[in-house]
């Protein structure tokens, strides 16, 4: 079983920056893929960001140049460094571990390849 727990929501205003972190445990979190998600009130989840076990990134078109995902695989943690923000990035944000090491595409956009999931974390942006 693996246990994720994100941290690092709150209330920002138009233009900041926060990081969110997302701790993992329960397996070898360096063999697998992340991602980062994001469901706003009365919309459906969406992906906002991948990091492939290699090192490879993935990223929403609406949040590309804005948000950067890392991970520290000494710590078990993946991270997701938002700058610029923007109203419409208020959501809950969620990572996910992802079923395999490797992704591309298709394949790191899909919420069933990702096995495990956060509680979550409220991130509020106001204009």
């Known amino acids: 079983q693996v246990q994720l727990v994100e941290s690092g929501g709150g209330l920002v205003q138009a233009g900041g920056s926060l990081r969110l972190s997302c701790a993992a445990s329960g397996r070898t979190f360096s063999n697998y893929a992340m991602g980062w998600f994001r469901q706003a009130p009365g919309k459906e989840r969406e992906f906002v960001a991948a990091?492939?076990?290699?090192?490879?990134?993935y990223y929403a078109d609406s949040v590309k140049g804005r948000f950067t995902i890392s991970r520290d695989n000494n710590k078990n943690t993946v991270y997701l460094q938002m700058n610029s923000l923007k109203a419409e990035d208020t959501a809950v944000y969620y990572c996910a571990a992802h079923r395999y090491y490797y992704c591309s595409g298709y394949g790191c956009y899909r919420q069933s390849e990702y096995d495990y999931w956060g509680q979550g974390t409220q991130v509020t942006v106001s204009s």
């Open positions: 990091l492939t076990g290699g090192g490879g990134t």
